[in-house]
């Protein structure tokens, strides 16, 4: 699928690999509906890009919200190609620890904004996906990205609610390709690994050194750019389906 005169709906989209993506897609004439929490970032994001944006406020958990952007984007593009989901939130604490064990609403927390928030926009984006009318040969009539992490193969102490909420994304990628594979939808996962998100952006060295020392190559974090090139790519070729694709320069988290 090319990404000229196509809707991509991303979540996250107000800043990090999101608003990366957004620009990317715009970039190569794409239009794109951004959803986030963050209802002054998104304003000020829609206003840089211009027309070829829109924006919604709202939960990717709640799925009247979710429907509620959907409607907006189908008023204002007509439909929706393309579903990237980068809104996501971390948390850590040991299972058990100095003041007994991990408070369960704080796993049910991650776990619902994380993996059910996914599985309700991507599921909200495939039934519209559906009826477009194919753009490729193969029938091909829409492509959606979601977005684990390392954590879902490396999860490090203390992360028992964000490797579990991201492993449960690589799960159920195949799945659901095979769930949409007769509507002409393919579902791709990236894992990413360390990346030069607002997050990491604001830590001490002392934070970002050490995971840079066990980076492979290149030895830093990751640039969003390169997190949006990876999603463009999936989106153009046809072939990736079904899978989930690490993009963290070999790194493999410790333990600790």
Not at 170 to 196: C, H, N, Q, W, Y
Not at 226 to 245: M, P, S, W
């Amino acid at each position: 699928m090319e990404l000229q005169n196509k809707t991509a709906f991303i979540t996250g989209g107000a800043s990090g690999l999101g608003l990366a993506t957004a620009k990317k897609f715009v970039a190569a004439g794409a239009n794109v509906m951004l959803y986030d929490l963050n209802g002054e970032m998104l304003q000020q994001v829609a206003a840089e890009i211009g027309q070829q944006a829109a924006w919604y406020a709202g939960d990717v958990a709640d799925e009247l919200a979710v429907g509620e952007a959907i409607a907006v984007a189908r008023e204002k593009f007509g439909t929706i190609h393309i579903n990237v989901n980068c809104a996501g939130i971390g948390g850590a604490a040991r299972t058990v620890g100095k003041n007994g064990p991990m408070p369960l609403e704080k796993f049910e927390h991650i776990v619902r904004v994380n993996l059910i928030g996914t599985f309700n926009v991507l599921r909200l984006c495939a039934e519209v996906m559906q009826v477009n009318e194919p753009t490729t040969e193969d029938g091909e009539r829409g492509v959606i990205i979601n977005v684990a992490s390392i954590a879902a193969f490396d999860g490090q102490t203390g992360q028992a609610g964000y490797a579990a909420s991201k492993g449960g994304i690589v799960a159920m990628t195949l799945p659901i390709a095979r769930d949409l594979s007769k509507r002409g939808i393919r579902v791709m996962t990236v894992a990413p690994g360390v990346f030069e998100t607002p997050l990491l952006a604001s830590a001490p060295d002392e934070i970002r050194d050490p995971l840079i020392a066990i980076t492979q190559f290149p030895k830093r974090l990751g640039h969003p750019d390169e997190f949006a090139d990876q999603a463009a790519h999936i989106v153009t070729c046809a072939y990736l389906n079904g899978e989930t694709i690490r993009l963290d320069a070999g790194i493999r988290m410790p333990a600790l």
